[in-house]
């Protein structure tokens, strides 16, 4: 009998129960033994729950149980967690986790005490919710040198885009229908200024080149300053609005890693990905680009992307999966990247090679140049708008 | 030092060595050591080549070689290829290969026998190329009850119902077009009638449910028969025509898989999916629909999906991968599968619940019915086509 803690009963916690309760049968079939929930650990009261025996409120008793295999630490939030987190890696269990926002902060340091401690620390959830993305980047494409991602990595954000998009509706509008529907939070800052997308980039950034990007070092422009002008322009020129996150490597080996709302050209398949899914694309040199698609949030996706790595951590119980990441990278701001760039209200049209928009709104694209040249030249212009554009 | 050998210097054998060469140094910091390529059998004279000194024409010396831990199959077929796979993996070699042919007719074998001598057979490249998808089927999903799958999974057909749709160009001149680009071999019958689809849909059976799916016992429609007009009616009404792989568990526990063209509506994931890329969409009970897309084939792409093997394999040395199917799965014919279908040449549109694609050809959809019902109804109203419709 294998058995598992669910630290944080909230979303994801509450998710990986059910998915437990709905799959136990396939799920003891692939372990080759029932897998049991043996603790959760919340400050609520659980007693008029069907989980009331389970309940715990002590981390110690987790800590202190040497039967136990795994840990799912599902509190959020970089504080409680982290101390559990340690303390469990500490005490010789593998702990699973959906909790960017630990991981792209301190998943160097937990990476290193699961090494010392031959245990694993495994977060397919923390990006792309159920979508299957970490672990075929480090192990299917292992082969590959990586040499960018791009990502919608935010549901929130992707939904309030498709609004605007497609019904038409400003910011403020499509903001207050997602809060309505319970995609978007009261306090919606973490996902529209980009800030939620940020720590997946990173998280994706550490893994493909192995060295520490922390979110607080990289540029992260939302979506609140977008205007709908903006996007009707570039939906009738061919080009979808889209927040990405990207992660690039760049000639001189250095790397670069930003968010910001993107024109992606139509042809593109990230264009089509709508709504709250999630699509990450990842370039390798030999196999080109793949991409992954999917339900990037919600109680049940999240919570498969917990259960396959559970199932993982008990397949590898005795052996660690080779996973970590080192020192800092060394990072190229978003100033020095090249890549041509959308721009509203030029009065003068004269650059060469550029490519009208709408005449009548002076918009158009530049060619390549870097986003320091690209603000050098809104400036001049007198620009109302500038936004890069996704080749 | 690990070390490997290529069975079979084609396509795929000669891109695993080439991707060996432009990334030696990423696949040693994966593996903590370097990796050698160190025999290539082939009947081929490789004395010309770069390869010469590894060039071999005994399988008996790879057999018999302690120190050899990974074996490449890309010979193809299912005849030298499977004899020497089996002596592979009883001299206790992994081996890692993109057959898809002897996979899908002699996976269950050869899994058995790797079990029985504790190393792997791998194969993730025989299905979609590049795309990682068999990986995060049986792991990242392994907390779901898979439901469905269906894939693009052949990319010379969908190269060439691509120039159908978007060329308005006849099947004659798409395969003609195709051949000349070379998507398509001078003999194209494995592609063009679905044969090389449904090894792919059985592989990926096998894997979802842990039972085997002969290619021989699923119903196998191509695109050889398919009427331009047919194509041209759907994308009209907002349906793209792709040759689709589908498998899917039913509710009283039979499985079923079949390979026939369908028309696609153009708001699923798959509709957009052009040219010889592969997409390959996962409904699992928890984590939804989930979508696997990139480069089908290709030395390179397919390429990539071995070496990545190849470094699971030497990670999971002294472990296997527990990884098989058993008996064979108990399956439902297409006949007795429900789902919307697609007629033209209709004389009389009266059944209930049809939906009109185009009145003066005839064309429309109708309710969901079983295969033989909708046979039924096109005899008895003397219909020019039948197609499927996914829902």
Same mark, same amino acid.
């Given at each position: 009998m294998a058995s598992f803690a669910i630290m944080g009963f909230g979303t994801v916690g509450s998710g990986v129960a059910e998915v437990l309760r709905m799959n136990a049968d396939p799920i003891a079939e692939k372990l080759g033994e029932p897998l049991s929930l043996k603790y959760i650990l919340d400050v609520r009261d659980l007693s008029a729950t069907p989980y009331a025996d389970v309940a715990v409120k002590d981390? /110690? %008793?987790?800590?202190?149980?040497?039967?136990?295999? %795994?840990v799912v630490e599902s509190i959020g939030g970089a504080k409680v967690a982290l101390e559990f987190t340690r303390r469990a890696l500490m005490a010789g269990k593998h702990v699973v986790t959906s909790n960017k926002e630990l991981v792209a902060a301190h998943g160097k340091e937990l990476l290193a005490i699961a090494r010392e401690k031959n245990v694993n620390y495994l977060f397919e959830a923390s990006v792309g919710g159920g979508i299957p993305v970490l672990r075929p980047l480090f192990q299917c494409l292992a082969g590959n040198r990586i040499e960018e991602i791009v990502g919608i990595l935010n549901g929130t954000t992707n939904y309030i885009l498709t609004r605007m998009v497609k019904g038409g509706i400003p910011f403020d509008e499509a +903001? =207050?229908?997602?809060? *309505? =529907?319970?995609?978007?939070?009261?306090?919606?800052?973490?996902?529209v200024e980009g800030l939620d997308a940020g720590r997946k980039i990173c998280i994706l950034s550490d893994l493909a080149w192995g060295k520490e990007v922390l979110p607080e070092k990289i540029t992260t422009q939302g979506i609140s300053g977008l205007d709908l002008k903006d996007v009707a322009i *570039?939906?009738?020129?061919?080009?979808?609005? =889209?927040?990405?996150?990207?992660?690039?490597?760049?000639?001189?080996? #250095?790397q670069a890693a930003y968010v910001a709302p993107h024109l992606v050209p139509e !042809?593109?398949? %990230? *264009?089509?990905?709508?709504? %709250?899914?999630? /699509? &990450?694309?990842? #370039?390798?040199?030999?196999?080109?680009?793949?991409?992954?698609?999917?339900?990037?949030?919600?109680? +049940?996706?999240t919570a498969s992307a917990v259960?396959?790595? &559970?199932?993982?951590?008990?397949?590898? #119980?005795? =052996? #660690?999966?080779? +996973?970590?990441?080192?020192? !800092?990278a060394e990072l190229a701001g978003l100033d020095e990247l090249s890549m041509p760039w959308y721009l509203r209200g030029g009065s003068a049209l004269t650059a060469i090679g550029c490519k009208v928009l709408s005449?009548?709104?002076?918009?158009?694209?530049?060619?390549?140049?870097?986003?320091?040249? /690209?603000?050098?030249?809104a400036e001049k212009l007198g620009a109302a708008a500038l936004l890069p554009v996704l080749q």
């Open positions: 981390f /110690a %008793v987790l800590e202190n149980d040497p039967a136990l295999d %795994v +903001l =207050k229908e997602a809060q *309505a =529907k319970g995609y978007a939070e009261q306090n919606p800052a973490a996902d *570039a939906s009738a020129a061919g080009y979808r609005v =889209k927040l990405l996150g990207r992660a690039l490597k760049l000639a001189d080996g #250095r !042809s593109c398949p %990230v *264009a089509g990905v709508d709504d %709250v899914f999630n /699509a &990450i694309m990842i #370039r390798g040199n030999a196999v080109g680009d793949v991409m992954f698609y999917g339900r990037g949030a919600g109680d +049940l996706p259960m396959g790595d &559970i199932i993982d951590a008990l397949q590898h #119980r005795s =052996k #660690r999966r080779d +996973l970590g990441w080192s020192e !800092s005449e009548s709104d002076g918009a158009f694209l530049t060619g390549s140049m870097s986003a320091k040249e /690209a603000k050098a030249l």
